[in-house]
């Protein structure tokens, strides 16, 4: 594996432009699409013991909105990992691993800081 996964939706315009940041600057990854492959438990529950599990839910997109006042009633881990495994749209984009340290979102100025580039 490589030493940076990054995790999302390929159609995803936030994940393009994270990708085509770190294209340019020949970084390479891997990456993995949560809608065609699948969440990967692990992952997930990795992200979330660094990061918490309030920051890898995308409360704003339309996934969340559609979800019904039950779904969003998150209490517990297990709430929240049934909830990313059932709706990947709902995880926020990118979810990038790099030498094990999690990162959510895409910015130039984080990737650039990330990644020791310009």
Not at 27 to 36: P, V
Not at 41 to 59: D, H
Request: with cysteine; hydrophobic share 40%; net charge positive.
């Amino acid at each position: 594996m490589s030493s940076t996964l990054m995790l999302g939706i390929k159609n995803c315009d936030t994940i393009k432009k994270a990708r085509l940041f770190l294209a340019e600057r020949q970084i390479s990854l891997e990456f993995h699409d949560y809608k065609t492959s699948g969440v990967p438990v692990e992952i997930l529950q990795a992200a979330a013991s660094q990061l918490g599990w309030e920051a890898l839910i995308n409360r704003k997109g339309t996934t969340w909105r559609k979800l019904s006042p039950a779904q969003q009633a998150l209490q517990e881990p297990a709430d929240y990992l049934t909830l990313c495994q059932a709706e990947p749209s709902v995880i926020k984009r990118p979810l990038l691993c790099h030498h094990d340290k999690f990162y959510v979102g895409f910015s130039a100025g984080q990737y650039a800081e990330i990644f020791g580039v310009a």
